[in-house]
């Protein structure tokens, strides 16, 4: 069961989930008036903690979209999701045809840091210090950890700048400055008014001109679970777009201590089985 971005009436959850606000913060013909000096660090406080309720793998393509020409053959990945040391933890692995691990990744975050490594190839990982835009997750992709890890979320500096109407919702927007040099200089990143869950983030230069764009495209429902479907990312100099389709989900796991350990990130991980994914 799918639903468009502009038909959403639940929550959206998982990577860029969130939970619902403990309170509506206005309705009616307030649903765009600004949050105030208390309300605003503490909208995006609730959306750092938010969490899913169990740990989560998710099944996903990725399909390269040119502004011109064919779309190129889907990249097949899984992506995992949890929680620990009061943050989320994510790892991704890209596997070809035969089912061999080309390339993966481990990312963490929380208030105080975030961590990324990288393996390719079956090689050992190696921990990935500067916080950008980074390699694409697969040659001919656009999509990065970046894209999927969003650091930016826990970046020190992030203010609040308005409340507006993002992909047709009214949503509280942030703009989170880039604690090292490099691209992007910061990310205006924009919070669902109603239920807190992050619809788009678009990647800046110094200047303020957009890189890149991240959107929440569809969401989609794994037994009582909703969560999200589809994300695009689009390249603002070319046009050309990557889509993240999640095709099943698995849910209510339990993965062991060491799952996000990037001396584990070598080798593929277990991957739940059959039974235990949902289509979406």
Not at 53 to 77: F, M, S
């Amino acid at each position: 069961m799918r639903t468009t971005l502009l038909s959403l009436t639940f929550r959206w959850a998982v990577l860029l989930l969130s939970l619902p606000l403990s309170a509506q913060l206005s309705s009616g013909d307030e649903r765009y008036a600004r949050l105030t000096p208390a309300e605003a660090p503490e909208v995006l406080a609730q959306f750092r903690a938010s969490r899913l309720p169990a740990d989560t793998c998710l099944k996903v393509t990725i399909t390269h979209k040119p502004r011109r020409g064919d779309d190129a053959a889907p990249v097949n990945g899984l992506l995992w999701v949890g929680w620990a040391d009061g943050g989320p933890r994510v790892r991704f692995e890209a596997r070809d045809s035969q089912g061999r691990q080309v390339y993966a990744f481990i990312a963490k975050k929380n208030a105080q840091a975030s961590m990324l490594w990288v393996s390719q190839n079956g090689q050992p990982a190696q921990a990935i210090t500067a916080v950008g835009l980074g390699s694409p997750l697969a040659p001919g992709l656009l999509l990065t950890p970046f894209d999927l890890h969003l650091p930016f979320t826990h970046w020190e500096k992030s203010d609040y700048v308005s409340t507006e109407r993002v992909v047709g919702r009214p949503a509280h927007v942030y703009l989170a400055k880039n604690p090292q040099p490099g691209a992007p200089t910061q990310v205006r990143f924009a919070l669902d008014r109603a239920y807190g869950a992050m619809l788009s983030a678009i990647s800046e230069d110094t200047q303020g001109k957009a890189l890149r764009t991240l959107q929440v495209e569809e969401f989609g429902k794994a037994g009582d679970q909703w969560l999200f479907a589809a994300i695009s990312v689009r390249d603002e100099s070319t046009r050309d777009v990557d889509r993240l389709q999640v095709t099943h989900a698995a849910l209510n796991l339990r993965l062991a201590d060491g799952f996000f350990d990037p001396r584990s990130l070598a080798q593929p991980a277990n991957t739940p089985s059959d039974e235990q994914f949902k289509p979406l």
